[in-house]
T-cell receptor, first 112, second 113 residues
């Protein structure tokens, strides 16, 4: 199925480091969502973005809706062990469809 | 807790069988979405219902079908099951406007033996 390009695919970082990941699309999106999924659990919504250029924070997490409307970024500051998991981006296009396209996920592992 | 409930949590069955997965959306949400997630894979959109009617279709096999009932709960029916159908099946719900936020349930893990 159709998916966004999400990078990196996986990351190993030291506790306390900052993390950056991004999603890019060939299509223009009007909404970006970022989710975190723990093994065997459902994705949990972290941040929702609705306007190009929008920068939104949720605790140590900050996400941005790219100006071109074709990309989005998620940053995690001062990572902690419980940040471990898979992070997914999801985009909804401007074509009037109601469904989201999901990124392939970034698997984050934090070394204590 | 997202407010979306799914049952059962686990399901083990044999090839060729038929199963039904159930989802109750968050209170006030009119849209229900179904996704399939195979091992270590991303989320594949299957189908969406809005207020009882099919609104969007993704990569859903003909052996699979879904419906949304008047009380807005939804069921995903999987028939003639194959080994490759083993996966996590997630339901998500939203208010139902274009681009609104989706909230996911805890998923049903289906194992086909």
């Amino acid at each position: 199925g159709q998916q966004l390009n999400q990078s990196p695919q996986s990351m190993f970082i030291q506790e306390g480091e900052d993390v950056s990941m991004n999603c890019t699309s060939s299509s223009i999106f009007n909404t970006w969502l970022w989710y975190k999924q723990d093994p065997g659990e459902g994705p949990v919504l972290l941040i929702a973005l609705y306007k190009a250029g929008e920068l939104t924070s949720n605790g140590r997490l900050t996400a941005q809706f790219g100006i071109t409307r074709k990309d989005s970024f998620l940053n995690i500051s001062a990572s902690i062990p419980s940040d471990v998991g898979i992070y997914f981006c999801a985009g909804s296009s401007t074509s009037g469809t109601y469904k989201y396209i999901f990124g392939t996920g970034t698997r984050l592992k934090v070394l204590a | 807790d997202s407010g979306v409930t799914q049952t059962p949590k686990h399901l083990i069955t044999a090839t060729g069988q038929r199963v039904t997965l159930r989802c109750s959306p968050r209170s006030g949400d009119l849209s229900v979405y179904w996704y399939q997630q195979s091992l270590d894979q991303g989320l594949q959109f299957l189908i969406q219902y809005y207020n009882g009617e099919e609104r969007a279709k993704g990569n859903i096999l003909e052996r699979f079908s879904a419906q949304q009932f008047p009380d807005l709960h939804s069921e995903l029916n999987l028939s003639s099951l194959e080994l490759g159908d083993s996966a996590l099946y997630f339901c998500a719900s939203s208010v139902g406007k274009v681009g609104d936020t989706q909230y996911f349930g805890p998923g049903t893990r289906l194992t086909v033996l």
